[in-house]
């Protein structure tokens, strides 16, 4: 077995993306069975949309923090439910403006680290908590947070537009290091300002700004492969990815084998034209991060990996939904 097998097989079996496997059936089902499910840039997104009379939309997430981190290491917890729902706001190309908790928890100690991440984390993103729900006898252990933003209505940016021939970049902070609390974390905020962490973020605000994106999702729990794949399928497309491409943005002292699993506190997958990737790379830089180019976008339907003189493929969404339902305005 070569080395791009092993790791189509470590991908398959990886959890952050084996776990998005039943998301085509519950997407349907809403989609399908819910009060207006089928709404424009609502299921799917990393951010739902809303639409008003004026020129910005409200933007709407909800992420939730696995049990094991909140019993074991419950302030990363509650401060992680910040940060992923506020990434997923900027992806959207907007900014954060307010977040709601809910929080469950028997052991009083765990619930104050809970309380003391969140926290850490409103002051961190700037973006204040208005509202929550607490139960402290529950026999779970659970943090659940949603955040809204806005954007204006013409910079929105959505996971689902990447085009033929559209560049896939991933924008990420290369300075920092693995997380405490979770060993495929790459931790870009711990020890930075709230200043510099803005600054970086606020990249995707420039960028949707210019219009000279198609498609953004952060970099989530999947990896930058099972986000890469997610935006792929949602946008109706395929596209090839290039291993080696990635492995130059990895860190010195990570693994790729880890790397292309990491949740990448600070990263985003973008898709671009071609003739905008200088204008691209300029903000990101500005912005005091990296880019790379690790793909390109194409019509076959499949998701592929190369290495060297190899190629395999890693989904085929010609054979049905996989980790996400196309999205029907694609």
Known sequence: ??????????????DGISRKFVLPSIIDKLRLESFKGDTPHGLGEDSAVIETDSDDSILLTTDAIVEDLCLNHPRAAGFNAVLANVMDIYAAGGTPTSFAVALSYSDPAIGEALLDGLIAGSHTFRVPIVRGH???????????????????????LT?????????????????????????????????????????????????????ILTASKDVSVAGVIGTAAMMLE?????????????????????EF?????MFISLGFLVA?????????????????????????VDA?????????????VLFDFSKGSVITPRNANA
């Open 234 to 254: 949602y946008s109706g497309r395929g596209g090839s990815l290039d291993l080696d491409a990635i492995d130059k943005s990895r860190p010195s002292d990570i």
């Open 300 to 312: 076959s339907k499949e998701v592929r990996l190369r290495m060297g003189e190899e190629d395999r």
């Open 272 to 296: 671009t034209q071609r003739e905008d990737l200088a204008k691209l790379q300029d903000t990101v830089l500005k912005h005091d991060l990296s880019s790379t180019v690790i793909g390109k």
């Open 257 to 261: 084998e880890d790397w292309i699993r």
């Open 1 to 14: 077995m070569s080395r791009l097998d092993e790791i189509v097989k470590l991908l398959l079996s990886f």
């Open 159 to 211: 996971a689902g537009g990447a085009g033929i021939d559209d560049l896939l970049v991933l924008i990420y902070d290369g300075v920092g290091q693995r997380g405490e609390s979770y060993r495929l974390g790459w931790d870009s905020v711990t020890d930075r300002t709230s200043d510099e962490v803005v600054k970086r973020l606020s990249v995707m605000n420039s960028l949707a700004s210019m219009q």
């Open 134 to 156: 607490t139960n402290p006898k529950s026999s779970s252990t659970y943090v659940v947070g949603s955040t809204t933003g806005t954007v204006e209505a013409k910079n929105l």
